[in-house]
């Protein structure tokens, strides 16, 4: 039960390090934009695909965030069962 907690919790910060990046892309995009190195309609395009991805990661964070959560629900759930055991 650890060993999955312990995976989801990385497999989740793996995600966040993603949203990040992706972020830092946008705002390196949006430079490129100001400074004139990007033309508008490439900066939507550009745009518009690093929000999907950011987008995708959000799905698959809150789908991790779930998991944790009822693992450590389990987890908690045997820990007390085992208490009670004990006493």
């Known amino acids: ?7 989801l919790q990385t497999m989740k910060d793996n ?3 993603e949203m990040i ?3 830092n892309e946008l705002k390196i995009l949006e ?3 100001a400074a004139g190195r990007v033309v508008l309609a490439e900066y939507q395009s550009k745009k518009a695909c690093i929000e999907d991805l950011i987008h ?3 799905e698959r ?7 944790l959560m009822i693992k450590q629900q389990e987890l908690d759930s045997l ?3 085992s ?3 004990i006493l």
Do not use: P, V
């Open 79 to 81: 820990l007390k069962d």
């Open 1 to 7: 039960m650890g060993k999955a907690i312990r995976g």
């Open 61 to 67: 964070l809150d789908d991790k965030e779930t998991k």
């Open 31 to 33: 430079k490129d934009l």
């Open 21 to 23: 990046m992706f972020s």
């Open 15 to 17: 995600i966040e390090a």
């Open 83 to 85: 208490q009670n055991i």
């Open 56 to 58: 995708d990661c959000q």
